[in-house]
T-cell receptor, first 109, second 115 residues
Framework: NAGVTQTPKFRILKIGQSMTLQCAQD?????MYWYRQDPGMGLKLIYY???????DKGEVPNGYNVSRSTTEDFPLRLELAAPSQTSVYFC????????FGPGTRLTVL | AQKVTQAQTEISVVEKEDVTLDCVYE???????LFWYKQPPSGELVFLIR??????QNEISGRYSWNFQKSTSSFNFTITASQVVDSAVYFC????????????FGQGTRLTINP
């Protein structure tokens, strides 16, 4: 099992650009999550999904969109990137235990 | 609403000392999970433990132990005979047992073990 994989590992965006952060899991988990971690802070929930075709907003959804067309994949879309979106993004999936991907470090300049 | 508080922002100890990281939580759910994660300098999140709210037995795993007290809404983590490799940020987290099971994280405690 690869667990939870995320691509890319690092990315630098210019203000106003868009990008998609990819997340995939091979554990057949229904629940998947996107979190962001700002420097020196805990993790904040952006969006989550309880199964294919079902997504909902978390604590900090503004500026982001998600889709969940399959159980395995849960991409996060950033439209019109802003400096405030500079952060490390973690994808996670769970049965009872929660497994995190390695993270994507995003800088918006 | 759910909330996790890790009041200790930073802790610094000398190697081989014992250290306890505090975690206090708030929830209206009667059943829930509590977690601890380790985030080493490399940045990944390493799962350490999950506890159910109906299981208040303390847990020991090698040099790590966890003390869950429902009466004080606390889930503290102790490292015995600390080592330099224990240096990391440690997060406590909470989720309901049912429903979307979203994790709510504390702010984390940065633990530095000095040689």
């Amino acid at each position: 099992n690869a667990g939870v994989t995320q691509t890319p590992k690092f990315r630098i965006l210019k203000i106003g650009q868009s990008m998609t952060l990819q997340c995939a899991q091979d554990m057949n988990h229904n629940y998947m999550y996107w979190y962001r971690q700002d420097p020196g802070m805990g993790l904040k929930l952006i969006y989550y999904s309880v199964g294919a075709g079902i997504t909902d907003k978390g604590e900090v959804p503004n500026g982001y969109n998600v889709s969940r067309s399959t159980t395995e994949d849960f991409p996060l879309r950033l439209e019109l990137a802003a400096p405030s979106q500079t952060s490390v993004y973690f994808c996670a999936s769970r049965a009872r235990d929660v497994f995190f991907g390695p993270g994507t470090r995003l800088t918006v300049l | 609403a759910q909330k996790v508080t890790q009041a200790q922002t930073e802790i610094s100890v000398v190697e081989k000392e014992d250290v306890t990281l505090d975690c206090v939580y708030e929830t209206r759910d009667t059943t829930y999970y509590l977690f601890w994660y380790k985030q080493p300098p490399s940045g990944e999140l390493v799962f350490l433990i999950r506890r159910n709210s109906f299981d208040e037995q303390n847990e020991i795993s090698g040099r790590y132990s966890w003390n869950f007290q429902k009466s004080t809404s606390s889930f503290n983590f102790t490292i015995t005979a600390s080592q330099v490799v224990d240096s990391a940020v440690y997060f406590c987290a909470l989720s309901p047992l049912i429903g979307a099971q979203k994790l709510v994280f504390g702010q984390g405690t940065r633990l530095t073990i000095n040689p």
